[in-house]
């Protein structure tokens, strides 16, 4: 038996198999539960097929079409060798796609994760109400993003005078502000870094949550007693060290989710004379290359594999950096 | 003194949670008064809290519309997300067992393989999905709606983890009576599990309600719309009237809002339970 399956088999499970099977080996027939391997695979064989067939060969494709001049087909013939990969390089819109996406990182991951872990601090200390502010910053989860880029942008943000934002302000004596195209000042990054903290702040929060309730209360009683005062103090020594496993996975997570945002960008931004050219993230960037007018599926496979690509090599530094698995101390 | 300073901060504390569960609270808020008022109330230049007429009809109106195709899409959606759910349910919680339960020399390998398709996000792979779907012919099908998504290495993940820690008591008295794996995942696992079903299935559910990226690619026929796509024509459209886009959004959240507040403990549970963090 290798390591990895000897963990999901605890203390003598080994011997009782053993055991087991000279027991029931006469009589047993072709489906006995002698089979393992036949029964491993009946139980795993159509998942793992599908997901190799829906995720492994989509990839080898890709990376097959990237190799080619894929105009509108998907069984080219015209090898171009590095060509589309060069020509991506060199896109001015795909590198600046990967400057947006660099800069909605800097304001959504810092955000979500200072906004979630106050929420999931102060709903914890609740001693009344505490399953109601739950629900409520955690309701928004299930909500589309297509349904909060529509109330975000045609009344929360709308640019007219009725927009909610724009009456508020409105009130102090301010002018309209049209916030989805106005590019100086970049007000369309409020509009969009406020949907998806509004829509997966109370997720995150939940996840705090967990972590919070894992601290020993010991420490707690044991810092009281040295003197360190609660609030501030406390937090700093004994919360925010003990959530550390969370948080790395919190900002994984985050980043993971932002690299492949496409949706409130695509819904707010967009309109019936199609997409701005600024506040292009590499999914919406593909999309229009691979999936618009052109159809050039060579360069948009191309996109993909080096998206893949910086995805898996971040994933890996970000854990290292981070120290994913380390034991906490 | 002390004391006074932590019932002031307590108070404080209570304050600003409740404005920001308002804060919170507002789109929803925007979602019903829009949808419930008439196009003249919501373009008035003075803003009202309430619709000045609260105009029920536009639950109907959107229905009847032409223009939107509500219905259809409600009911694509609908069939899209039950099958979806019931289909990652059921192979994602058959290959946890049989990684969790059934030695295998090979089981490490699968497993390494299935997590790493993690490391991959599907919306980085849609292009070379889209790919694969429209050379088998499924652009605009229900098919090519549902299978490609019916396989989530995370459910998987999950499903995995639970049956490591299941009583093994439980399977152990079933081998003993006489019963196969399959019988014993069936009999006894599969009855002694709902609240991870549960928490699998709701998560699921609420995904594939609200996938956006996938059925915009592949439903590309008006016929095979989901609502998502539905709304989102129209939002990027702005050939619609405002009441009804709000009216038909609030319509599109309201069964799952329910849902989610019926189901609120085991979606927590799952979220939990993912173990990602651990």
Request: glycine content about 8%; aromatic content about 14%.
């Amino acid at each position: 038996m290798t390591a990895p399956t000897a963990e999901a088999l605890p203390d003598g499970q080994g011997a009782r198999g053993a055991a087991e099977r000279r027991r029931r080996t006469p009589g047993a027939g072709f489906f006995g539960p002698q089979r393992r391997s036949l029964w491993f695979w009946i139980f795993v064989g159509p998942f793992a097929l599908g997901l190799a067939l829906f995720t492994y060969v989509p990839l080898a494709w890709s990376v097959y079409l990237s190799f080619f001049d894929a105009h509108n087909t998907v069984t080219p013939t015209d090898f171009v060798g590095l060509g589309n990969y060069t020509s991506m390089l060199t896109d001015g819109a795909f590198l600046s796609s990967l400057g947006t996406f660099a800069l909605f990182t800097l304001f959504i991951v810092p955000a979500t994760y200072a906004l979630s872990l106050a929420l999931a601090v102060m709903v914890n200390r609740l001693r009344v109400a505490q399953a109601f502010f739950r629900s409520v910053f955690f309701l928004p989860t299930a909500c589309s993003y297509v349904v909060a880029a529509l109330i975000w942008k045609l009344s929360l943000f709308s640019g007219v005078r009725f927009g909610l934002a724009n009456t508020v302000l409105g009130w102090f004596g301010a002018d309209q502000t049209a916030w989805l195209s106005t590019t100086h000042p970049p007000w369309y990054w409020l509009v969009i870094v406020t949907v998806r903290l509004w829509l997966q702040a109370g997720f995150y929060m939940i996840l705090f949550l967990a972590g919070l309730q894992r601290i020993s209360p010991q420490l707690y009683e044991a810092a009281a007693v040295d003197g360190a005062r609660p609030g501030w103090q406390t937090f700093r020594h004994i919360t925010f060290p003990q959530l550390r496993a969370t948080s790395v996975a919190v900002v994984l997570l985050l980043v993971i989710n932002a690299f492949q945002a496409f949706d409130e960008f695509y819904n707010l931004l967009s309109d019936a004379r199609g997409y701005p050219p600024y506040a292009r993230p590499p999914l919406v960037y593909l999309y229009y290359t691979a999936l618009g007018r052109e159809q050039n599926l060579g360069l948009g496979s191309a996109g993909a594999v080096i998206l893949a690509l910086i995805i898996a090599v971040a994933t890996v530094v970000q854990a290292r950096w981070l120290g994913l698995g380390r034991k906490e101390d | 003194m002390h004391h006074a300073w932590i019932r002031v901060g307590r108070a404080l504390r209570a304050a600003l949670l409740c404005a920001l569960a308002l804060l919170f609270l507002v789109p929803f808020y925007l979602l019903v008064r829009n949808g419930l008022a008439t196009e003249a109330d919501i373009t008035a230049p003075d803003w009202t809290f309430f619709p000045r007429h609260v105009q029920w009809s536009n639950l109907t109106e959107v229905f009847t519309d032409p223009s939107l195709p509500l219905g259809h899409a409600l009911l694509n959606s609908t069939l899209i997300a039950l099958s979806t759910t019931l289909g990652t349910v059921l192979l994602a919680s058959l290959a946890g067992y049989g990684l969790a339960r059934i030695p295998y020399r090979g089981a490490g390998v699968v497993f390494s393989a299935i997590l790493g398709t993690l490391m991959v996000p599907a919306a980085v792979t849609f292009v070379p999905s889209f790919v694969l779907v429209s050379s088998l012919g499924w652009i605009s099908t229900l098919r090519g709606l549902v299978i490609p998504t019916l396989f989530s290495a995370f459910a998987c993940f999950i499903f995995r983890q639970y049956f490591l820690g299941f009583p093994r008591e439980l399977e152990d008295a079933a081998r003993v009576d006489g019963l196969g794996y399959w019988r014993t995942y069936w009999r006894i696992v599969v009855p002694n599990s709902r609240p991870v079903f549960a928490a699998v299935s709701t998560i699921v559910f609420i995904g594939a309600w609200n996938a956006f990226l996938w059925p915009l690619v592949i439903g590309q026929d008006q016929e095979a719309w989901t609502v998502q796509v539905a709304l989102s024509t129209f939002t990027t459209a702005q050939n619609l009237n405002l009441h009804e886009l709000f009216v038909a959004a609030a319509v599109s959240i309201a069964p799952l809002v329910v849902v989610f507040l019926l189901l609120q403990r085991y979606i927590v549970a799952g979220v939990e339970r993912s173990g990602i963090d651990d």
